[in-house]
């Protein structure tokens, strides 16, 4: 589970990296039914952001840990995208289309942090 957690701080680095803004970590371990352990929420401001915020995280990941995603989905249009590290799940969003999904509020039980955004 440590490794987890490191995994988690380290994504956490690379989205603030690329200043990507309101990033919420979402806490599902207690949880029936989820998918994973944990969900890591955020956005850029433009599809270009979007794109090098998802760059980063990977290349920290990859970088610090040695972690590759399982699978990245959405980087055809960068208004969504999701990255499996299999235990934990990125979403990076427009703000338009984060707010639409909601992603936050579909686990009413999950803990959730928020982290301050750097600037």
Sequence with gaps: M???????????????????????I????GIDGAICNYFIICQGSS?????AITEAIG?????????????????????????DYGDV???VFLPDVREYYDLEHLWDDATLTHIPDLD
């Design 47 to 51: 599809p270009a952001q979007v794109e």
């Design 59 to 83: 290349e920290f990941a990859r970088n610090e840990l040695g972690e590759k995603p399982s699978r990245i989905a959405g980087l055809e249009n960068a208004q969504w995208v999701a990255i």
């Design 89 to 91: 799940l990125v979403h």
């Design 26 to 29: 979402a806490d599902l371990k």
């Design 2 to 24: 440590e490794q987890t957690t490191t995994l988690v701080e380290t994504i956490t680095r690379g989205i603030q990296e690329k200043k990507g803004a309101n990033i919420v």
